[in-house]
């Protein structure tokens, strides 16, 4: 079944609103979708993902200010998901009963007519309760990875405690992306078993050699601030996915020195002059002569220097200890590679 890409709802909602979100994390601002104030409770929820063998849920707290889109980013970095793709939340209004739909709202070629609230919006102290427990969390509306959601209790703690969500507890591996939701799983897993399998061993390196559906470590979580992660879904990769199919429909020109401009968003400029710059002195030296201008920064690279901030790029992936700079970092590799083609194909 073909899978609706994050990043295409991404690219229809407009950049400008959110460079406020751009300018509050490089001066290092507190989270935009957490309270003001610094919180003095947690909740603590139970989230089972179904119709999976063996059992895969986490147990995680959380501060009760955090919006649904701040719940998001926690459910994704507990399970160990790549948020790659869209999600929605299935819960009911205590005063209406209604079923309502929380998520990234869509338009008509993606779906159908319904409504849908902005997961940024709503916070989730003003739905769960010890009345109105459960919701349903969907990932991947190709595979339709199902997660229940128990409100267990509300914890009141030191506010320092609360400003970030804790993982306590869990069980089984986050089965692999894209791999054809519950039925697929259970089909992977059995392909793997079968020693000598051809089929099981194209899937055992598809998942980067070894896959243990019982491996869970809980002090290998890690949670992101769900602000950057929004500035980078809404913003950054989406003004990188724009210069790409820029490039492809016109081949920027190299200027008198042979080299080509490329546009990159301010924070995973920085990112990159903080993992790739010591690397070479050539990419150091161009990275340094990068011009900003707005929430930009343009650096030009010949091809040799192009080659070299690729290489780069791919052994800061690998080195990089937190998860949405890897990601980040990914995605710019990825980039420059398809920049990199697009030039040599001119």
């Not at 920027?252 to 990159?272: A, C, H």
Request: hydrophobic share 40%; proline share 6%; with cysteine.
């Amino acid at each position: 079944m073909e899978t609706c890409d994050l990043n295409g709802v991404c690219a229809m909602l407009e950049p400008a609103k959110n460079s406020q979100i751009v300018d509050d994390l490089l001066n290092g601002a507190t989270s935009l979708f957490r309270m003001k104030k610094r919180e003095a409770s947690l909740y603590q929820f139970k989230i089972t993902l179904q119709d999976v063998k063996p059992p895969v849920w986490r147990r995680i707290q959380i501060p009760d200010g955090y919006s649904f889109w701040d719940f998001h980013v926690a459910i994704q970095d507990a399970m160990g998901w790549a948020d790659a793709h869209l999600h929605e939340f299935h819960i009911r209004e205590a005063k209406s009963g209604e079923m309502l739909t929380i998520g990234i709202p869509d338009d008509e070629d993606f779906g159908e007519d319904r409504e849908i609230v902005p997961s940024w919006k709503p916070r989730i102290s003003d739905y769960f309760s010890s009345a109105m427990p459960t919701a349903r969390y969907v990932y991947d509306f190709g595979d339709d990875w199902n997660h229940e959601i128990v409100f267990e209790e509300m914890l009141t703690v030191g506010s320092q405690a609360a400003l970030h969500p804790i993982c306590l507890d869990g069980n089984g591996a986050c089965p692999p992306e894209d791999c054809g939701g519950s039925f697929g799983y259970a089909e992977f897993l059995r392909a793997i078993k079968k020693p000598g399998s051809p089929r099981g061993g194209e899937l055992l390196e598809w998942v980067g050699g070894s896959f243990n559906p019982k491996n869970f470590d809980v002090q290998k979580v890690e949670f992101d601030d769900p602000a950057a992660r929004y500035a980078w879904a809404f913003h950054d990769s989406v003004i990188l996915d724009n210069d790409v199919s820029s490039m492809q429909q016109a081949v920027r020109k190299p200027d008198r020195l042979g080299r080509v401009s490329f546009p990159i968003p301010l924070v995973p400029f920085k990112l990159m002059v903080d993992q790739c710059a010591s690397r070479d002195p050539a990419i150091q030296e161009q990275l340094h002569a990068a011009t900003c201008k707005g929430a930009l920064a343009t650096v030009k690279l010949d091809g040799g220097e192009l080659k070299l901030l690729i290489a780069a790029l791919g052994v800061a992936l690998t080195k990089c200890p937190r998860r949405l700079d890897r990601l980040i970092l990914a995605a710019l590799h990825q980039h420059f590679h398809q920049m990199n083609s697009f030039i040599r194909g001119r």
